[in-house]
């Protein structure tokens, strides 16, 4: 999967942050030291680590990832990342 969206409410210095969905790609997740997650009410899984976002990002850079983008809304901040595929 060559794009990841990752995004964190009010806190960027300190996370959670949410990297995923569940459809996300299992060995990515690992490399996050992500946990999998569903909150009472919804219906759909989400993959969250305690690391601020640019913990997280560094660790997807590492990996062959680029930010895209990002864009604040409300009290929440989302990166788009992309990986090219060879």
């Not at 459809?23 to 992500?34: N, T």
């Not at 640019?54 to 990166?79: D, F, P, S």
């Amino acid at each position: 999967m060559p794009y990841i969206l990752v995004s964190t409410q009010i806190r960027l210095e300190t996370g959670p942050t949410m990297v995923g969905d569940e459809y996300s790609d299992p060995d990515i997740m690992s490399h996050l030291g992500a946990r999998k997650t569903c909150v009472l009410g919804n219906n759909f899984s989400e993959y969250h680590v305690d690391d601020p976002p640019r913990v997280v990002l560094n660790k997807l850079e590492l990996i062959g990832y680029r930010v895209l983008c990002m864009t604040g809304m409300g009290q929440t901040l989302a990166w788009c990342l992309h990986k090219e595929t060879v």
